[in-house]
C-alpha cells in the first residue's frame, strides 16, 4: 500500500523537521497491531510530500529516496509507574524544567512557545521522591476524527516527549533526539478527557537514553504506554 502524506508545519518538533512521536505514529497508523516499533532514521521534513509504502507487518516513509523512517509490528513488555492523582500530576507540572531551559521551545508537544490549542502543552515535572515525571494533558477537538477519539498519531506525539525530559537537564552543548519510539495504544482518548501523561528513565548506553512513558485516562486507566531510545547529538547540529 503506498500514501502520501505531509507532515505540517503546526506539528514541528525541532524548527525544521516533524515532531518524532507524531512522525513515528503516522508511520504507526498504517499497521494494524497492539504494538508497533518505529525507527527514525532522518530528520522528517515539514510541508514537503513523502512516501509512505507498507504491508502487513512493516512500513517506510520516504522523502524521495532517503528513507525517514522504518516501522515494524512487534511486542511490548513494558512495565508501567502506578497513576498519580490530577491534583499531583498539576503541581509537579509547576516545575516544568522545559519553562527554563528548552532545546526546541516550538515543539508542538512539549514547547513552552505553544499556547492554547496549537500545542498540546505537555509540561512534565517531577514527582515528590520518585524518578517519574507527570503531567495533566486535555486533548482538544481539533486532535480527533469524527466520533472525537484522539487520533493515534498525537497519542504516540504525547508519547514522545515526557520520556526525553527524564534525562534533563542535559550537559552543556548537547540535545537528545527521538531515535526509536515502540508503542501500544490500549484504548481510546477522547476530546476533553482529563488524561494524566507520565515518563521515567530506564537506563543509558553510551550515547543512547532510555525511558518509558504511558499515557492515563479518565478514573486512571492506562490507555497507551511506550519505550523510547533517544540519542544525545551536538547541539549546533540542530541549530
Request: glycine share 10%; proline share 9%.
Amino acid at each position: 500500500m503506498i500514501e502520501l502524506l505531509q507532515i505540517s508545519e503546526r506539528f514541528r518538533g525541532p524548527p525544521r523537521s516533524g515532531n518524532g512521536g507524531y512522525t513515528c505514529g503516522r508511520i504507526a497508523a498504517s499497521l494494524s497491531a497492539p504494538a508497533v516499533s518505529v525507527r527514525l532514521q532522518a530528520p522528517p521534513p515539514l510541508q514537503t510530500e513523502l512516501k509512505l509504502e507498507s504491508d502487513d507487518s512493516e512500513a517506510r516513509l520516504f522523502d524521495g529516496q532517503t528513507q525517514i523512517g522504518h516501522g515494524r509490528v512487534c511486542e511490548l513488555a513494558l512495565e508501567v509507574p502506578p497513576c498519580p492523582s490530577l491534583e499531583l500530576a498539576r503541581r509537579a507540572s509547576e516545575d516544568y524544567i522545559g519553562f527554563r531551559e528548552h532545546t526546541f521551545p516550538g515543539c508542538f508537544v512539549c514547547g513552552p512557545e505553544r499556547r492554547g490549542k496549537d500545542g498540546l502543552c505537555i509540561y512534565p515535572g517531577a514527582l515528590v521522591g520518585s524518578s517519574t515525571i507527570a503531567a495533566p494533558w486535555t486533548p482538544d477537538a481539533s486532535l480527533t476524527d469524527a466520533n472525537r477519539t484522539v487520533r493515534p498519531e498525537f497519542l504516540w506525539a504525547a508519547l514522545d516527549c515526557p520520556g526525553a525530559f527524564t534525562w534533563y537537564p542535559l550537559p552543556a552543548g548537547t540535545a537528545i533526539v527521538l531515535g526509536e519510539l515502540s508503542a501500544a495504544i490500549l484504548k481510546p482518548v477522547h476530546a476533553g478527557e482529563d488524561c494524566i501523561v507520565l515518563g521515567w528513565p530506564i537506563a543509558a548506553e553510551g550515547r543512547k537514553r532510555l525511558a518509558g512513558t504511558a499515557i492515563y485516562g479518565a478514573g486512571g486507566e492506562l490507555v497507551a504506554k511506550a519505550r523510547a531510545v533517544w540519542i544525545e547529538v551536538p547541539l549546533q547540529s540542530w541549530d
